[in-house]
């Protein structure tokens, strides 16, 4: 599955809610979204629209590694 280019920053947060993730703060233009699920993980997301596609895959990446999914799983349950 191909890599979404026009995912902004509150876009991604709102879409990792379905995983238990929820904004804990917010510094300048970044995000920092924390979950509980499969023990605490936090990701900075930056608050930007759209994000730049290397750091889109990057977080996506992270976020995938945690969940023990691959990205194409993650983006499908996310609905990117």
Do not use: C, F, Y
Request: aromatic residues 0%.
């Amino acid at each position: 599955m191909k890599t979404p280019r026009d995912v902004s920053g509150e876009n991604l947060a709102k879409a990792l809610r379905q995983l238990g993730s929820a904004v804990t703060r917010q510094t300048g233009s970044h995000l920092r979204i924390t979950t509980q699920e499969h023990g605490e993980h936090h990701e900075v997301i930056p608050n930007h629209s759209p994000i730049k596609i290397g750091t889109l895959r990057s977080i996506l990446r992270d976020v995938a590694a945690h969940h023990e999914t691959s990205v194409p799983e993650l983006l499908q349950k996310l609905g990117l």
